[in-house]
């Protein structure tokens, strides 16, 4: 059995608690949060707490809270003997390198509070200080994925880099797409098929391989049309960078 | 029943006679392309030819060829009398004005020749010169598609440029993810969970909505971070002008 101790009662202490509650070799121990109200949500199904200085005993503590609060929050644990792990994509494992065992328990994901995800599918990347530490945190990843990968600081800095090319921006093209249809009497509706398509074209086939469309074909007749069609220069500039971007992928210049 | 001709054997040409065939009341006459090799998909379980001039007759001539081909292919079913239609999501309707009966059936995706797609979950754009042309290409498109939608040609010029966004440009920014992933030794898999949720997400919530990371967040310690990794020019502005449109849209000016 695998005690845990979350701290922090936001999406990411939510969609967490909701997985490792779902398995049997772990035991959650209790959710620490400032918040009353996030509290809540975990009803009387688990220990809750306001009070830092009633932190239980656990194997693991898990630190799901924002990057700046991290290095504070984890001094709250700082005479424990579990170790502490933040869920951050962005921030290096150094922040918690007061403590004798600290790690990286990082969910690859976008976590809304309202929107329920399939846990089992998400990556979830482990980094440890030492090689024992590693294995409890893997084995803990385990018990709520069927994907853990070992990333370290650098590699997950990168990771996150990259996440936010494919959901931040990916989700700003599907507001312009959005805009365009409400400008035009169309339902954004329309488009959905369509997006979800090319998410899951890149499942088997590589992105370099799936690219279609004018910018692709260097189809300049199409392109200028679509530039003067575009009122909102903040969307013309974009798709003329994101133009010139796959046209020098492809090896063809304007 | 429906008698169809489909002019062009391509990859719409291909997904179209796939989607067809399974409807009972549709009957496909032939297919008529100038590849050989392409026609041989069709194998002995429809009429082909290359022959322009062996054309038979039916109820609709599905024009699915390239843009530039539209006018003049359509010119070689001048002396028919059902229904021509193009597939194009660009072209107008009046680029078959020349004939007595003309629309257009548009089906809103990305339609790759090694890439099995549900036809049912497929928007249907379409038009027609006249009522009983738009009802007659209104029912066929209802036998292989749940989502029919009457849409001219200008509001298909703006879905099609909407759909430049959501499909070509994300998988441009798929691929620079994959990019970066290649880069440090992690695989493009990881990323997947991810982009396809991003996906999923704008079925319920809307993109405005859907919104997060550093740029909504206007967190800009790591905007900078991120600008620094990216050795990429073209990268780099891509994130660059990304995230001045999210902050433009949420109202915070960097």
Chains 1, 2 share one sequence.
Not at 91 to 96: E, G, Q
Not at 174 to 201: R, V, W
Not at 237 to 246: D, G, M, Q, R, W
Request: contains cysteine; glycine residues 6%; negative net charge.
């Amino acid at each position: 059995m695998i005690e845990v101790v979350i701290i922090g009662s936001g999406n990411v202490g939510k969609h967490l608690f909701d997985a490792l509650k779902t398995s049997k070799s772990v035991s959650i121990a209790q959710i620490v949060g400032r918040n009353i109200d996030t509290l809540n949500y975990f009803g009387g199904s688990v220990d809750t707490t306001t009070d830092f200085s009633e932190i239980k005993e656990a194997d693991i503590y898990i630190i799901a809270v924002n990057d700046d609060s991290i290095a504070s929050v984890s001094e709250l644990v700082r005479n424990k003997s579990g170790v502490i792990a933040h869920t951050s994509g962005s921030m290096s494992i150094d922040v918690l390198s007061n403590h004798n065992r600290f790690g990286v328990f990082y969910p690859l994901q976008t976590l809304s509070r309202a929107h329920e995800v399939d846990f089992k599918s998400i990556p979830i990347c482990v980094e440890a200080h030492n090689d024992n530490d590693l294995r409890l945190l893997m084995k803990l990843a385990g018990k709520v994925s069927d994907s853990v990968y070992e990333v370290d600081s650098n590699q997950r800095k990168k990771l996150h880099l990259a996440a936010v090319f494919v959901n931040n921006f990916t989700n700003h093209l599907y507001q312009i797409g959005s805009h365009i249809c409400q400008e035009n009497g169309l339902s954004f509706e329309m488009l959905h098929p369509l997006l979800l398509e090319t998410a899951k074209k890149v499942k088997t086939l590589s992105p370099y391989d799936a690219q279609t469309g004018p910018a692709r074909r260097n189809d300049t007749a199409t392109i200028e049309s679509h530039l003067e069609q575009l009122t909102n220069s903040d969307y013309k500039e974009i798709y003329a960078v994101l133009t010139k971007s796959i046209q020098q992928v492809y090896g063809k210049k304007l």
